[in-house]
């Protein structure tokens, strides 16, 4: 899921806009709107979005000046503009890309799926610094995250999960010693948690530790874990789980 923050100061735009979002690209989610620099910039620090869709020209100054006003900006900006004029200068100002007023459908979608691939390379690259960072003796430690269930705090050692599965708003834990565990957290929750550790989604309810990976079967869209486990791998997640196994 992409959290976006739209910051346009015309409301029918925002409105169209987050109409064709919600037709033509459901997997971006509309945490916040703004209609200037200030409000925008207020909310951008607030959500801490992954993209901004940014107005060049609006009222108290345009984009450049909120993106200039923002010390740390790890979001991805699609500006939009009624003046082609303004492209390149978008494009110089790094942003990802630039939709001209009307926005057309085809367009949006384009941009959404350059964030999408920015995302993911973003990810990569965190992991590829994770795993070279943990195959350093100097780092070698003892790697644990806490957990809350219903009577206790558990402190786990990350290397022993081999996997996560969803079970509704509920998560269980299955781990190298053949228990498991249930946690009050979603599976996306368990991701945000564990995503520095290594592990990778596979599908939309299972989440596995690329450490415990033995296999990816290809006729059967499914990796097989250390302790013998099937999982499956979703058409939309198989390019980047082979991308992240090669990477290794």
């Known amino acids: 899921m992409i959290r976006c923050v739209i910051v346009e100061d015309e409301e029918i735009a925002r409105k169209v806009l987050k109409s064709l979002l919600a037709q033509y690209c459901p997997?971006?989610?509309?945490?916040?709107?703004?209609?200037?620099?200030?409000?925008?910039?207020?909310?951008?620090?607030?959500?801490?979005?992954?993209?901004?869709?940014?107005?060049?020209e609006m009222p108290g100054g345009g984009g450049f000046k909120l993106l200039n006003s923002i010390e740390k900006s790890d979001f991805e900006v699609v500006f939009i503009t009624a003046y082609e004029q303004f492209a390149i200068?978008?494009?110089?100002?790094a942003a990802l890309d630039y939709l001209l007023k009307p926005v057309d459908p085809k367009e949006l979608v384009a941009a959404v799926e350059k964030v999408n691939e920015a995302k993911y390379k973003k990810t990569l690259k965190r992991q590829y610094d994770?795993?070279?960072?943990?195959?350093?003796?100097?780092?070698l430690v003892v790697r644990k995250i806490s957990l809350s269930t219903a009577d206790k705090i558990h402190l786990i050692e990350v290397d022993n999960i081999i996997r996560c599965e969803s079970d509704n708003y509920y998560t269980i834990i299955y781990f190298k010693n053949g228990t498991n565990l249930?946690?009050?957290?979603?599976?996306?929750?368990?991701?945000?948690?564990?995503?520095?550790?290594?592990?990778?989604?596979?599908?939309?309810s299972h989440l596995v530790n690329m450490r415990n990976i033995t296999n990816f079967i290809k006729d059967e869209m499914v990796v097989l874990m250390s302790d013998g486990t099937k999982v499956p791998v979703s058409k939309r997640k198989k390019e980047k789980i082979l991308e992240v196994i090669n990477s290794l």
């Open 27 to 56: 997997d971006v989610m509309v945490c916040a709107e703004a209609d200037d620099v200030e409000s925008g910039k207020a909310m951008i620090n607030a959500f801490r979005p992954d993209l901004v869709f940014l107005d060049i």
């Open 130 to 139: 994770t795993l070279l960072k943990n195959l350093d003796p100097e780092q």
């Open 89 to 93: 200068k978008a494009i110089r100002h």
């Open 182 to 204: 249930l946690v009050s957290k979603t599976l996306k929750e368990m991701e945000q948690k564990l995503e520095e550790f290594d592990f990778v989604r596979t599908h939309k």
